[in-house]
Every structure is written in C-alpha cells, then in structure tokens.
C-alpha cells in the first residue's frame, strides 16, 4: 500500500491510494457536474485506511478511542428497543425527518445546560455533524457567495461547502475584538460564517468570549448566518467555560428564534462516531428549511440508532464526557511533553485545553505533504499536513496531530520518531535528541 | 390537527401541518440559496404524521408493514455485533465512506444473482436509496442540464433532484420502444435519464424489456447516465423476471464498467427501513467519484447498521422477498378487487404485479389536491394526490394508493369510503354502490 505512495505528490496521496489505473470506458468526467471537480478525497478519511498496518503511529485520524465506548450500555440499549414489543416496529420503520421526538427533547434539555433555552422545534437531528454543514452550505450558499471561514479551519467544512461553489474570506476571530473587519463583499447573496469555536479541528484553539462576541455583532450587522460547529465542546481538559457563540446570541436576543447562529452538535466524540447522530439547534425557521432540506437528502437519520443514543446518552453522557476529557488530556500532555522534549528549533505547537487536536507550525522551508510522504515510508508515522485545512492554500509548514487514539508511550514514541525526521532532513540542526 | 388543513390547499397540506406563525426575528429567507425556493415538502413524509389517528386508513405511506420486520433478527445481530469483543469497537467506529466491506461483497454477489458479475468496487453504500437519488443529482446535475424522468415519477427523485435545479424532459420508455424519442437539449451539458423500472413508484407498473433496451439504446448514443431506481424490484407476485436495466446493459457491453447504468438499491423494503441501509452499484470510475460527494456529505452509513445489516441479509433476505411478496400480493389483490367493485365509472386503475402501490386516475373534472382535503376531513382516509408525482405540473386527477399497511378488510372499507366520495361529490353518479 505505501509503494504506491511513493511516486506522488503527499497531497494527493489519499486520492492515489483509492485510484486505480482501470481503463475508462465512458467518459464519466464529461458527465459530471462542475462541482464534482471542486471535491477533494478527505485526507483524513482516506488515511483512515492506512490504521491496520500494525506498526503505524498515526496522528491522522480524528477518530476517538474505541477503548473507551461503552459498548455495554449501548448493547443493552439496543437490546431494549429492539426487546419491547412496542417500540421495536417503530425503532425498525421509518419515521419523520426531524428526528425522534424524545431525542430531539433530550437535546433541547441538553442545550438548556449550555445556556440555549430552546424547545424541541429547535433542533433537527441529522447525520452527524458533517451532515449538518453539508445541509447548511446547501441553504445558504450559492454560487460565489461569501463563507467566511478561520485560516486553517476544518477540512470536512471546507470539502462540504466547495460543492456549492462559494467564495472564501478569511475570518479573524481574534481580530474581530481588536476591531479588525474582514472586507465584505457588497451585493453578495446568501453567504455564511462558519467557526469551530471550542478545541478547534485542527488546531485545538478555542475562541475567546470577546471574539465571539465580535463575530456575532458582525454577523448580526450583515445579516450572515453564523454556523458555529460544537463537535468537541464536551472534550474540556479543565479551565473555564466560554460560553457557546449562540449561547451568547441567545443571551443578546432574548430568544433563540431571534438567533442568527446555528450550532452543529454531535455525539460522535463523547459516545460514538458509528452511530452517526449528530444535530443542529437553531432558530426555528431555520430548522424548518433546513429540515426540508435534509428531506430531500436523505429523509431522516437511522430511527433505531436515535432511539439508542437516547437512552445511552440519558445513562452516560455527562460521566463519558468526564471520562473520555481525563483520558485524552492526559494524553495530551504527554504529546505536548514529547513536542517540547523532541522537535527542533523553529517548530511550535498550540496548547490545547480540549479536543483531539494539535496544530504544529515547522519553519517556512518545511513542506508538510513532502514530509508525510517521508514519514510513512521511513518512519510509519502519520499525520494530516496543513495545506487541505486551509481556503486559501495556505499552511504548507504546518501540520495536524491527533492525540486521542495512542497511550503516552506511543505518542512520545511517534513524536521522537517525527521530530528526528524533521531535525534530519529539513530543519535547521539547532537542536538534536541526545 | 385535521382543523389546521380546513383552510389550505390540500398541495400544501403537508407544509401547512408543519408551518407555525412565529414571528421571522432575522430575515432567514433572504439568507436562503435560490435552490431551497425549490424544494418542497415532500407530501408523502409528512403525511405519515397523520398515521396516529385511530381510525385513519391510510392509503398514503410508502412505508411496510412493522408487522413483517423481522424483529428477532434484528436483535439477535445487534447482540452479535455488540458481544463479539472483535466486531463492537469497529461497530462503534467511524469508518470509509465506501462501505463496509463485507456487506460490499455481499451486495456484490446478490447484484450477480441478478445478472451483474461485479466486484465490491462497484458496490458504495448509502443511507437508503434516497441518499443515492441525491448524490446522483449532485454529480451529474448543473443548473438546466436535462433529467429524463416518466410521468409521473417517483417524487422523492424530483425532491432529490430539485436542488440541482434541471431542466426535466418527459420520457416514454414504451414509446421509445417504438422508436419515439424526445427531443433533447443540442449543447446541454451533464443530465440523466431517471426509471423506477419495477413495480414503480408511484405507478406499480414495470417496463417491458424492449423498452429497457431502446432507453439503454438512447443513453449509449447520447452518453446519459442511466439511474436505475430498484426499491420494489424484490416484491413481486410472480410472472416473469425482466432483467434489471443494468443486467441488460451488462450483456450489451461485457462488462459492468462499460455500463452507464447506475442501479440504486435497498434494504428498506424488504428487511427495514429504520435502519438507512441502500447502495449504488455501477461502473467503478463513476463509483469512486459518487464516494467522494458522499464523503462531502456525511463521511459514511451508520457502521453498526451495515454489520447488522449484512447478517440479517445472509439469514433471511431471500425468506423475508418471499414472505413480504406473497402478504402485499394478497393485500393488492383485495385493494383491486375492492376497486372494481366500488369505484364509480370513469375510475381506472394500474394492475401491479409488485410493489406497493396502484395508481388510480379519475375523470378530468376531479382534483385530487380538494379530495384529499375532503377524504381527510370527512372519512378519515389518506392517500397522496397525482400532482407532486409529475414534474410537469400534471396527474392532477390521478393518486397513489399504498396497500402493503393494512389487512384486506381494511382495504376494502378504505376504498368504500373513497370511493363513496368520488361518486357523491365528483363523479358523474353513472354506477353507485349498492
């Protein structure tokens, strides 16, 4: 598998992994729409794939520990749906494209804790929160619309909106409070924000209270939806909460129906990403079209899988966000240690307090997809590079590293194995492991 | 609930059951892309929400009897899945958009039971058949390229394909067999030909082999996709098989990745629906490029549903196709004959020999939008009116009847009723019921 890696461009190596060299038979590419040429192989789906090899440390993925499913609860949750004579039928037809009333209750009470009084008409429950930014670059994008995207930001977004052709404007949060306003476009139609605002994907980073609020008064002076996606929200290593942007928006408003954000929720970090439920909470003419929406794509989420999450997610959620937020910060320091004590001079991290993800910055001369190709083949080590993060092409020098799948001693392993590729071929030698 | 609709149009009935008179806070439509004015809601998802009505005999739903799910299976694979300590983490785990391999395989063999030798690269998994429609409307549509579709046709397609905003073009397949062609579009770029070839919905009908063959004939010469509907290909109440488009496009070109045929099967039907299991099976360059919008989309199906899925099918698909069919075969035979004893003249009929459904068209002078209001209101039955089946604005005095949900006696009593109606109030009183 990685033979084939070698003569590629790394960028490309995820799509050159699944192509094969058959011979066309119809002119397929004619047939396609211009946007299928606009999508890329997510890189991190695709190196997915590369896992089994046995003695491969991967920062790519940005998948949990299955270590840590409550496979019991979930078994006997399945077991009891399927076990009661009244719900088993239901749990097995289908059923409305909003998602399974009590489930949809549960998430709106679940809001409520985050400070987003809402009802249960305030919430659609979709496909995982990748489907939730699919359905909503669908809404709102048009051809050459606005999205307002953070440099890097989350790949899956990226690939989720390209399909409806938008043009992207680089979004500083930070800057936002200093009063530094991107240049809008004037006449543009439809358009959005989108931000992942706790534990970044990918770099860890969470947005400050002031930022949050500089990027509402923005989108609320310009009319422009602001996406705001929570995947890891529940992923805290300690510290204090920032309040969620539409928590904020709802705190201005006074009601989430006057609320210009829409958040993406899902559990597929804190109990399971096989499941795939995830949801959107939002003001409820929003919901109303974007229910439609998915509609059409779709007609509704597994009706049986929403009934389970409901009760595994009644039993555990609150103790398996404890749980899993222990685990993975302590795995985090220790990559954090491992960064410190390994990588050379000239190579930086950020310091995450949550989430899966650090983001490394190496100096200018480092290219990220040179060194991937590098590191699998010498080294077995995976990561996802900067580039396909970024709108703009930017993020050549940086790169994405996962800590949640690896006990501490693997992740400093990986990294001593990492950091020596890079001090040997590419950075400058200030700085060499004893 | 029934009060809301007293008011509206029976069109918008299902809309109107859904809409609330909040105040707008923020000017969501204004946020909307173009493509979201066009879709609707669609009639038949919403109309299931009426299905709690006591003495409601519903006419309406696509749906199966629960009362065929085979619950015991269903529970003894989750069980399986969950307590094999080798398959739960997996099960619970984020995996690759293409599916899960065994259950690839296994579709791949069942697709050469029907006459299509293929391999599990030709095989991708999606969230029912539905999602297929719309991923094939996102790679082969651009604004006003042409969709060849019958009339009517299935109006979860032209929902799925609405977003893509085509052009549509009326085809007749059986015509076509006789060398009527429709003219199509010089210079128009993308597009695809759409056929629920067995046991249509909304129709019931099945087309002849020649007219299978003149339609793959026009796509070859035109490089069309052809997008092959299968959802009701496994009810069938006997008679000859006739082979599957993509069966005989295989045969015409030697193999499946010479086909323009893509074939959209699933497991709704015969096994469940609950669980959003379908698949796409075709040429794999087309293949490979369908798993990336799908990949956009939502990364891939529920992964612990594809495993229980697979062995549901390997215990009791061909048991279940069997069962299924000889209950709804006995139900369209009592709808039928209930039919032709109660329906006053001038009430035609499709006699389906599979499927779910039988298409009634009714003088010229009768709307099937103001029946249902009153079918609603007055005698508690439910069907969907011919209208959002036709992507011309036609069907106006045609509906879909559904007769897989209930027993014969309660067909029968249904379609009294209805049928009372139709001759007090529309009809022309030439026969009435005694």
Redesign the interface.
């Known amino acids: 598998m990685i033979d084939t890696v070698q003569s590629v461009r790394s960028g490309d190596i995820v799509v050159s992994l699944?192509?094969?060299q058959?011979?066309?038979?119809?002119?397929?590419d004619?047939?396609?729409?211009?946007?299928?040429q606009r999508?890329?192989?997510?890189e991190i789906?695709e190196l997915?794939?590369l896992l089994d090899r046995p003695q491969i440390i991967s920062f790519a993925?940005g998948?949990?520990d299955?270590?840590l499913?409550p496979?019991e609860v979930?078994?006997e949750a399945?077991?009891g749906v399927?076990?009661d004579t009244c719900l088993?039928?239901?749990?097995?037809?289908?059923?409305?494209?909003e998602g399974y009333g009590p489930l949809r209750s549960w998430l709106a009470a679940h809001m409520a804790q985050l400070g987003v009084p809402c009802h249960e008409?305030n919430i659609l429950v979709t496909?995982?929160s990748?489907?939730g930014l699919?359905l909503l670059g669908?809404?709102?994008?048009?051809d050459r619309?606005v999205a307002l995207v953070t440099e890097p930001t989350y790949l899956?977004a990226l690939?989720?909106f390209?399909?409806?052709k938008p043009r992207y404007v680089a979004l500083v949060p930070e800057e936002l409070a200093d009063g530094v306003v991107p240049r809008a476009v004037p006449g543009a139609r439809?358009?959005l924000a989108y931000v992942v605002a706790d534990f970044a994907n990918p770099t860890g980073e969470r947005l400050s209270e002031a930022a949050r609020t500089a990027l509402l008064e923005l989108c609320e002076a310009r009319?422009?939806?602001l996406i705001e996606d929570a995947a890891y929200e529940a992923i805290r290593f300690g510290g204090q909460r920032v309040p969620a942007c539409l928590t904020l928006d709802v705190r201005r408003?006074g009601?989430i129906?006057?609320?210009?954000t829409l958040y993406c929720g899902t559990f597929?970090k804190v109990l399971?990403?096989?499941?795939?439920v995830g949801w959107i909470c939002g003001?409820?003419?929003?919901i109303?079209?974007i229910?439609?929406?998915k509609?059409?794509?779709?007609?509704?989420?597994?009706?049986?899988?929403q009934m389970v999450m409901l009760r595994v997610a009644e039993q555990v959620y609150e103790s398996q966000a404890a749980r899993i937020s222990t685990v993975y910060a302590r795995r985090c320091r220790a990559l954090l240690t491992a960064i410190d004590a390994h990588m050379p001079a000239g190579v930086s991290s950020t310091r995450p307090e949550g989430g899966m993800f650090t983001w490394v910055t190496m100096p200018p001369q480092v290219d990220a997809d040179d060194l991937l190709v590098e590191a699998l083949r010498e080294q077995a080590i995976a990561f996802v590079p900067g580039r396909p993060f970024s709108a703009t092409g930017g993020q050549k020098n940086s790169l994405r590293l996962n800590f949640s799948l690896h006990a501490e001693d693997q992740l400093n392993e990986g990294i001593a194995r990492l950091a020596g590729l890079i001090a040997r071929t590419h950075a400058k030698p200030a700085q060499r492991p004893a």
Chains 1, 2 share one sequence.
Not at 30 to 36: D, G, L, M, Q, S
Not at 39 to 42: D, F, I, L, R, V
Not at 88 to 97: C, D, E, F, I, P
Not at 272 to 276: A, D, I, Q
């Open positions: 699944l192509l094969t058959d011979r066309i038979a119809m002119d397929w004619a047939c396609f729409a211009e946007r299928v999508m890329g192989a997510s789906r997915l794939k993925g998948i949990p299955p270590a499913f496979v979930f078994a399945y077991q399927l076990g088993s039928g239901r749990a097995l037809q289908y059923s409305v494209t008409d496909s995982g990748q489907q699919d669908r809404v709102f994008l048009s619309s899956g690939q989720a390209n399909v409806y439809g358009g009319d422009i939806p408003k009601s129906d006057a609320a210009c597929s399971s990403p096989g499941l795939r003001p409820r003419d929003a109303r079209r229910t439609l929406a509609q059409a794509a779709d007609l509704h989420v597994a009706t049986i899988n």
